[in-house]
């Protein structure tokens, strides 16, 4: 099961770059379906919480709920890793149905934090989604780590809001990574220059599974629009609010072709609470955690108005 879930992220990857048959491949790329969980074996050095870890000297026989928490980490903030080798679970807690997840997560790597603090074999945890760094492609899984040792020795923390000005440009839009997006952003509207074509072709390769709404979070995408930066040398992922009134434009398939406009839209949208997995012949590869966070991380054009002028 989880070396499907890899062969499936890897086919889906590949099959959205070429859904569009446009310009190059998307560079707001979603870090939860080319990414799963890889149970890792136990082996090397790492931060491994245990279930027979002592409890601080005079603390009694077991830790307390909050027993080794650096402090509450906010839901939807980013998170630092602070310790090095820190190793992430499938489910809070040590025991033998919380699989060992790799990779380790090294010092200085940033976490989206999905969830938690849950109080499990005496430690703190939170389920993370761990964030690629620009150029980077690992495979890292999304997973629940312990906030901190029992002695109080912190291996997550709080990391001070970093956010960047609100993107107003194609090229600021297209370097935000999604999940720093999300966090610092939400669902506010952000609206930038760019111009749009007509797929040339459409996504023909299905997975045997998808995700519901499809208009949202499809596996295999079909675009009414490829939105391409105002030079029309590169194009980015983003998917049409059905509710987006099109009405008046219609681009060719080449780029002398498009049209100029003002794309307005958002990261969180309001129906990724409610994105679920439907299998047409194959399992479904991704957790509903993973499914959600997904959706939560598409960006979705609300608006599209003709521009005359491209700065």
Known sequence: MRSLRNSAALLLLLTLS???GGPAASHIANPVLTSGPVVASPTGTSVEPSATTPSPAGSGSSASPSAGSPGKIAIDSIA????????????????NDSLLLAPLLGKGREAFVVAGPVTASGFAWYEVQPIRRPGQFDDLPLGWVAAAAKDGEPWLASRPPDCPAAPDTYTSVVALRPLIGVSCFGADE???????????ATCG???????????????????????????GNDSFDAVLDPTTDIAGLDPGVELADAID??????FDDAAAGSCQ??????????????????????????KLEPDGYLP
Do not use: M, N, Y
């Not at 952000?190 to 040339?200: I, Q, S, Y």
């Not at 997995?277 to 955690?289: D, F, K, Q, V, Y």
């Open 190 to 200: 952000l609206t930038f220059a760019a111009r749009v074509t007509r797929p040339e």
């Open 205 to 231: 390769v299905e997975l045997g599974w998808t995700i519901e709404p499809e208009w949202l979070g499809s596996t295999c995408q079909h675009p009414a629009f490829i939105v391409l930066d105002p030079q």
């Open 80 to 95: 630092l890793v602070v310790t090095d080798d820190l190793r992430v679970r499938s489910k809070p807690g040590v025991s």
């Open 277 to 302: 997995g439907a299998s047409t012949e194959a399992p479904i590869e991704l957790t509903p955690e993973e499914i959600v966070l997904r959706c939560r991380t598409q960006f979705v054009i609300t």
């Open 261 to 266: 406009v003002l794309v307005s839209g958002h």
């Open 18 to 20: 070429a859904c569009a």
